[in-house]
């Protein structure tokens, strides 16, 4: 069983090219008196390790690999993909990415590749090669770490001809093509293949169509590079899993569903966006989400040790909040906590970032946080390995995600600007985490069968295949909620005639007739007190009951929520926005109906974040302490953070965390303010 199935991890990227051998021998004994026992090595090397093209020279990360070894700490190898080296700029200057107005990025930052450059592909499939051949079957090597986040967009010449090429994959004849794009508007039909470019730059509004193909190929094309260097890396007799870090941050270019199946271990990266207490739901948002894609444990490959970037500054992340953020990841599922970056850097683009190792040196509040973590994963190490059967988190509450919901939504000119997947999805899932229940996030057409409730947050373009799935959902009992501005058009982004959402009409028993987005700052209120924003519709029942109406406006007395009984199960539907604080209620409300409960019920409210997490060896309670005053957690089991019996209960300070193994799965907590 490879080792990431069994212990948790911790450490980080970790790059001794920026600093002198005496640093190295540094660096491993604080690694050995933090207790980390894995490093990500190599992501930004290529220029070290191939000084000149086809020359290699990897003495120095013998030498590395050679300390780690007997620092006794395991490593991740990056193949250095993400970051071409000069020299190859220069002689391949084709391979740089292009911008859809047309401008070549030049060298000087990193990620300077065009992903679909037949140099490029090569290059970085040499590189791998070598890499496995020289370290694939070392004993301390944990994984492959291919490339660092996939996610450069390019518009130039090679991507050109690799969309053409997968769009006559795709559609077959131009016909189709012409069909699905709507060309006959504006002039847009194509008479030859050699006529398609990817979306670039225009005078004036692009086609959505185009826009949002392109960026499945996008994914697909960065994929198929994955896969590449997946195959050399096998080639070369590596045996060790294989992953890539994906990346969650305000952009998307991935359609996470189709990869996983090529990843051995499914790992993100994760940077809080917020200083607020938003931010613990931030966490739960990108485990969550992280969890869901692997289906089962993941790996959580980056997060910063002590700084918050938001807006123009970098704010600072105090140690009991690094400990249980990292610990919310834990919760859910990740085999540890691995940060970037092990040392910070002294210069270099990076320079301010924030590290393990700070600017300060090991003497320092940061470092201290670092030693208590490693010792902290350490006692708790029993929650790695996966329970014989079921999900390591439980959740009877699910949520929609697909990245071609995202790329919808952005294309331009809808009916409000201001729509946005993240957001959407964000917001439900703030929701549920409020109530302090478990979720999980499904794809289209995924295993819903054991999810009571399942929300579709804003979801513009739909497949008759998902709409048939989430009508059989409804049908063999499930409850569905969904979002305005769903299923409104179908997969080519062609709007479904005869009223919105025409893709769902049926299922959620409604007719829209009018979409009437609301003004900046305008919010209405509800017949049963919420107050909306942003979007309201004209909304006709057609099998629907209102469940609550438009209280004001131009539309009062209108259906605003309708919902439609299917049998044992039920289908909602919100026609319009509902303020955070509306929606967290209609979240607990509609959760409390259909029997979904919270982890600890009597946590919820005191700011003491509960997780459950299933293990070999039993039934885990993550107990995170985010609020300000103190509380007695009662209930039978043992927390492994203290090493004491909760049976009489433990006091749990603001900032706190425990870990209790619990004697009973889902036994009673009482959670009591002090
Ligand atoms: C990304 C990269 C890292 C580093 C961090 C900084 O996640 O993978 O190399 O640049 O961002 O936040």
């Not at 013998?62 to 780690?68: A, P």
């Not at 692997?294 to 970098?314: K, T, Y």
Request: proline share 6%; charged share 20%.
């Amino acid at each position: 069983m490879p080792d990431h199935v069994t212990r948790l991890h911790f450490g980080g990227d970790y790059n001794p090219e920026q600093w002198p051998r005496d640093v190295w021998v540094e660096d491993m004994a604080l690694m050995r008196r933090a207790g980390v026992d894995t490093v990500t090595i190599g992501v930004f090397s290529w220029a070290l390790l191939e000084p000149r093209e086809g020359e290699y020279d990897a003495a120095w990360l013998d030498d590395v690999v050679g300390m780690l070894d007997e620092a006794e700490v395991g490593f991740f190898l990056a193949t250095p993909t993400a970051s071409p080296p000069p020299w190859f700029t220069r002689a391949h200057p084709d391979a740089l990415p292009v911008r859809p107005d047309g401008t070549r990025l030049t060298h000087g930052s990193r990620d300077t590749y065009a992903i679909s450059a037949p140099a490029y592909r090569q290059a970085a499939r040499r590189v791998a090669r070598f890499l496995a051949e020289r370290y694939g079957d070392h004993p301390r090597l944990r994984g492959w770490h291919v490339h660092n986040e996939y996610g450069t967009l390019d518009h130039g010449p090679h991507a050109e001809a690799a969309f053409r090429s997968w769009l006559r994959r795709r559609y077959g004849t131009l016909a189709a093509l012409n069909d699905a794009w709507c060309t006959a508007f504006w002039s847009q039909h194509y008479g030859d293949w050699a006529d398609i470019t990817p979306p670039r730059a225009t005078q004036y509004l692009a086609n959505p169509a185009q826009v949002v193909d392109f960026r499945r190929f996008s994914s697909d094309e960065m994929l198929a590079a994955f896969l590449e260097q997946k195959a050399e890396i096998r080639a070369a007799g590596s045996a060790a899993p294989v992953t890539t870090n994906f990346m969650l941050p305000t952009w998307n270019h991935l359609d996470q569903w189709a990869w996983r199946e090529h990843l051995d271990l499914v790992s993100v990266d994760h940077y809080l966006d917020t200083t607020g207490p938003d931010g613990e739901a931030h966490v739960a948002y990108g485990a969550d989400l992280t969890r869901s894609w692997a289906g089962g444990p993941w790996l959580l490959m980056e997060q910063s040790a002590s700084g918050i970037r938001v807006g123009d500054r970098q704010a600072f992340k105090d140690p009991d909040r690094m400990i249980r953020n990292s610990l919310g990841y834990v919760a859910r599922g990740s085999q540890g906590a691995l940060f970037f970056q092990w040392r910070a850097s002294l210069g270099g683009a990076e320079t301010w970032h924030s590290a393990l190792v700070p600017h300060a040196g090991a003497d320092s509040r940061v470092f201290d946080g670092a030693v208590r973590l490693g010792a902290l994963l350490d006692r708790i190490g029993e929650v790695a390995a996966p329970p014989a059967d079921g999900p390591v988190v439980e959740a009877d509450a699910a949520v929609l995600w697909d990245a071609n919901g995202w790329w919808s939504l952005e294309t331009s000119h809808l009916p409000h600007d201001g729509l946005d997947y993240a957001s959407e999805v964000r917001a439900t899932h703030r929701a549920l985490w409020r109530a302090g229940v478990a979720v999980d996030f499904v794809p289209p057409g995924g295993d819903v069968s054991r999810h009571r409730v399942l929300f579709v947050p804003s979801h513009m373009a739909m497949d008759a295949g998902t709409a048939a799935w989430l009508a059989r959902y409804v049908e063999s009992g499930g409850h569905l909620v969904v979002g305005r501005f769903t299923g409104v058009a179908d997969e080519h982004q062609r709007v479904v005639p005869g009223g919105y959402p025409g893709v769902l009409r049926d299922l959620l028993g409604v007719r829209v007739e009018e979409l009437r987005p609301l003004g900046d700052g305008e919010t209405l209120a509800l017949s049963d007190g919420s107050v909306v924003e942003q979007w309201t519709e004209r909304v006709h029942l057609a099998g629907a009951e209102p469940v609550a109406t438009y209280a004001e406006g131009d539309l009062a007395g209108g259906p605003a929520v309708t919902r439609r009984a299917v049998g044992s199960g039920s289908v909602t539907y919100l026609s319009t926005r509902l303020v955070q604080r509306s929606l967290d209620r209609f979240v607990a409300s509609l959760l409390a109906e259909h029997g979904v409960a919270a982890a600890v019920p009597a946590a919820v409210g005191t700011g003491v974040e509960a997780v459950r997490r299933r293990a070999a060896s039993g039934s885990y309670l993550f107990l995170l302490h985010h609020g300000d005053r103190a509380v007695r957690v009662k209930g039978p089991g043992l927390d492994l953070v203290e090493d004491a019996r909760t049976d009489d209960g433990i006091v749990l300070e603001p900032g706190q965390v425990a870990v209790v193994r619990e004697d009973e799965a889902a036994a009673a907590w009482s959670v009591t303010p002090l």
